[in-house]
């Protein structure tokens, strides 16, 4: 089966700039999601086909797609942002998540 | 505004039975994709399973494939997930939620607030 891989933890300072990684077989053909989760909270999506950032999500995120790995950037990252974030493709017929990766901004 | 409501959860023990239902406000809910995902005690989330806008193709993930059955009223805006066999390991919060388009799954835009399921003896 298809699988996808997330580092476990990213740390970042306040300010600066996190990036999450996801990787997968030739995922850069087809499209990635990212979503937001906060302990007790429903998810939220961050992003989509790749670099789309839906309504209500700030512009300091970002996304792309190519050859292996799909990357989220949170640039000027905030406390607010401390979260764990995982991506999701549709591969042989199935939805697929990444392990997730907890984001500490310390 | 999209509004997505679940209820059944509960405590089960091994080898019993749950359906999970979700009611769906605020979109025209034949015209999309649901889906049903969980997330296990300090686990990752988990893809369950999926259903076309329609109704006629169902997806599921190999972990739940043969015991659970997803399903859809759509003259009642209601998602369902019939749990069968259910085992320890299914414990989770279990999320209802919009995928983007209607053919299959592709990204969600809307979840639901979770109906927590615990399989315990």
């Known amino acids: 089966s298809y699988k996808l891989t997330q580092p476990p933890s990213v740390s970042v300072s306040p300010g600066q700039t996190a990036s999450i990684t996801c990787s997968g077989d030739n995922l850069g053909e087809t499209f990635v999601s990212w979503y937001q989760k906060k302990s007790g909270q429903s998810p939220v999506l961050v992003m989509y086909?790749?670099?789309k950032r839906p309504s209500g999500i700030p512009g300091r995120f970002s996304g792309s797609n190519s050859g292996n790995t799909a990357t989220l950037t949170i640039s000027g990252t905030q406390a607010f942002d401390e979260a764990d974030y995982y991506c999701?493709?549709?591969?042989?017929?199935?939805?697929?998540f990444g392990g997730g990766t907890k984001v500490t901004v310390l | 505004e999209v509004q997505l409501l679940e209820s059944g959860g509960g405590l089960v023990q091994p080898g019993g039975s749950l359906r999970l239902s979700c009611v769906a406000s605020g979109f025209p809910f034949s015209n999309y994709a649901m889906t049903w995902v969980r997330q296990a005690p300090g686990k990752g989330l988990e893809w369950v399973s999926a259903?076309?806008?329609?109704?006629?193709?169902?997806f599921y993930a190999d972990s739940v494939k043969g015991r659970f059955t997803i399903s859809r009223d759509n003259s009642k805006n209601t998602l369902f997930l019939q749990m069968n066999g259910l085992r320890v390991e299914d414990t989770a919060v279990y999320y209802c939620a919009k995928e983007a388009y209607s053919e299959r799954p592709d990204y969600v835009d809307y979840w639901g607030q979770g109906a927590l399921v615990t399989v315990s003896s």
């Open positions: 259903i076309t806008g329609n109704g006629r193709i169902t």
């Open positions: 086909q790749d670099s």
């Open positions: 999701q493709t549709w591969a042989t017929s199935t939805v697929v």
